[in-house]
């Protein structure tokens, strides 16, 4: 015989209790909902523009088992997930002792194939059924090349960015999957977003300065310096819980683009250091493009566009963070490329005479 018990209800749950005369007693049963956008305690009020779908003060496993089931962050959650994924594979990759720290070493190493990239400039010529690789270079710079195959390019900056990355990525996937179980997760969560970010953007000055400072040992301390006293702040400056509400949205956005626009100053003096070296022009094109990405990305996170077109469409899939977050995505990965540009530039140009 069973006595249902009034359903009582919350904002963030039903809860239905089942009184069963057997041995086994009380059983008691919770359904999690998602719920509207009016529905929600002002710490979750985030974006007005997405409507539904949102998940308020579930249990730590109800909030776990939320990755693999849709509501407004799941894709937020995975396409940084994915991310950290790829960067753990390139980790992975250039840990191998096989590996040579290079565009061609890091892509043979993850791709298996063989992929013939030199430091030197090559045109493909097709001539029927044969490839020819013919080289640019002249044939001093390959002898040379030969000559300082001995010199061994250290690769732990390479590894301070991909940790980096990795640090941001993760951190960005564990909040939006965590932030909604409680007040005190929330503020605790977006702001270890806020600083995995900050190290992502200080780690990825260390490996492109560190190789195209390596002639350089003053000017590569005083950037690297002063790129992680910068980033240092503002780590700090984010930490403040005020700063962490919708309204420093448009803030944190300029102190980030900041501090990655920070980075003009050494790619100016880089360019004018090996002014006419094609690998420096490359490289500078991947950063371009990497800066290019970051800013677009950043434009969809303040302008909360399409949602803002179109109120209540896009809160499962196509909203602005999600886009946010494939472009930052496809930027860090295009400065992998711009880095192995350079470290190939100064494998190719050991010596400080260039």
């Given at each position: 015989?069973?006595?249902?018990?009034?359903?009582?209800?919350?904002?963030?749950?039903?809860?239905v209790?089942?009184l069963?005369?057997?041995?086994?007693?009380?059983?008691?049963?919770?359904?999690?909902r998602l719920?509207?956008?009016?529905e929600?305690p002002?710490?979750m009020?985030?974006?007005?523009?997405?409507h539904?779908?949102?998940?308020?003060?579930?249990?730590?496993?109800?909030?776990?088992?939320?990755?693999?089931?849709?509501h407004?962050?799941?894709?937020?959650?995975w396409?940084?997930?994915?991310?950290?994924?790829?960067?753990?594979?390139?980790?992975?990759?250039?840990?191998?002792?096989?590996?040579?720290?290079?565009?061609?070493?890091?892509?043979n190493?993850?791709?298996?194939?063989?992929?013939?990239?030199?430091?030197?400039q090559?045109?493909?010529?097709?001539?029927s059924?044969?490839t020819?690789?013919?080289?640019?270079?002249?044939?001093q710079?390959e002898?040379?090349?030969h000559?300082?195959?001995?010199?061994?390019?250290?690769k732990?900056p390479?590894?301070?960015?991909?940790?980096?990355?990795?640090?941001?990525?993760?951190?960005?996937?564990?909040?939006?999957?965590?932030?909604c179980?409680?007040?005190?997760?929330?503020?605790?969560?977006?702001?270890?977003?806020?600083a995995?970010?900050?190290?992502?953007?200080?780690?990825?000055f260390?490996?492109?300065?560190?190789?195209?400072?390596s002639?350089?040992?003053?000017?590569?301390?005083?950037?690297?310096?002063?790129?992680?006293?910068?980033?240092l702040?503002?780590?700090?400056?984010l930490?403040?819980?005020?700063?962490?509400?919708?309204?420093?949205?448009?803030?944190?956005?300029?102190l980030f683009?900041?501090?990655?626009?920070?980075g003009?100053?050494?790619?100016?003096h880089?360019?004018?250091?090996?002014w006419?070296?094609?690998?420096?022009?490359?490289?500078?094109?991947?950063?371009?493009?990497?800066?290019?990405s970051?800013?677009?990305?950043?434009?969809f996170?303040?302008?909360?566009?399409?949602?803002?077109?179109?109120?209540?469409?896009?809160?499962?899939?196509?909203h602005?963070?999600?886009?946010?977050?494939?472009?930052?995505?496809?930027?860090?990965l295009?400065?992998?490329?711009?880095?192995?540009?350079?470290?190939?530039?100064?494998?190719?140009?050991?010596?400080c005479?260039?």
């Amino acid at each position: 015989m069973k006595k249902r018990r009034a359903a009582r209800k919350t904002s963030a749950m039903v809860t239905v209790t089942d009184l069963k005369r057997t041995d086994s007693g009380e059983e008691t049963r919770i359904v999690r909902r998602l719920m509207k956008f009016e529905e929600l305690p002002a710490y979750m009020k985030d974006n007005e523009f997405i409507h539904n779908h949102y998940r308020c003060q579930w249990s730590l496993r109800d909030t776990f088992l939320s990755a693999f089931s849709w509501h407004n962050e799941t894709l937020n959650i995975w396409t940084h997930l994915l991310g950290f994924l790829i960067f753990m594979w390139i980790t992975v990759v250039s840990s191998l002792e096989t590996t040579e720290l290079g565009l061609a070493g890091i892509f043979n190493g993850m791709y298996g194939a063989r992929i013939s990239l030199s430091s030197n400039q090559t045109l493909l010529h097709h001539d029927s059924n044969v490839t020819q690789h013919i080289s640019l270079q002249n044939v001093q710079g390959e002898v040379n090349n030969h000559n300082h195959q001995g010199d061994v390019i250290p690769k732990w900056p390479w590894f301070v960015y991909l940790a980096g990355s990795m640090a941001c990525l993760i951190c960005s996937s564990v909040s939006h999957l965590l932030a909604c179980h409680s007040k005190c997760f929330n503020l605790f969560f977006w702001r270890l977003d806020y600083a995995g970010i900050s190290l992502m953007i200080i780690a990825s000055f260390f490996a492109p300065i560190y190789y195209a400072f390596s002639c350089n040992p003053y000017f590569r301390f005083i950037y690297l310096s002063s790129i992680s006293i910068l980033g240092l702040l503002s780590t700090v400056t984010l930490l403040a819980p005020a700063l962490s509400t919708p309204r420093f949205r448009p803030f944190r956005a300029n102190l980030f683009l900041a501090m990655g626009f920070s980075g003009i100053i050494p790619a100016s003096h880089v360019l004018c250091l090996y002014w006419g070296h094609p690998n420096v022009f490359i490289a500078l094109g991947y950063e371009l493009a990497t800066a290019v990405s970051y800013a677009l990305g950043v434009v969809f996170y303040v302008s909360r566009v399409p949602e803002r077109w179109k109120p209540g469409t896009f809160d499962i899939a196509g909203h602005s963070h999600q886009i946010f977050h494939v472009f930052v995505v496809l930027g860090a990965l295009v400065h992998c490329v711009a880095t192995l540009v350079i470290v190939d530039f100064r494998r190719a140009y050991p010596s400080c005479g260039v």
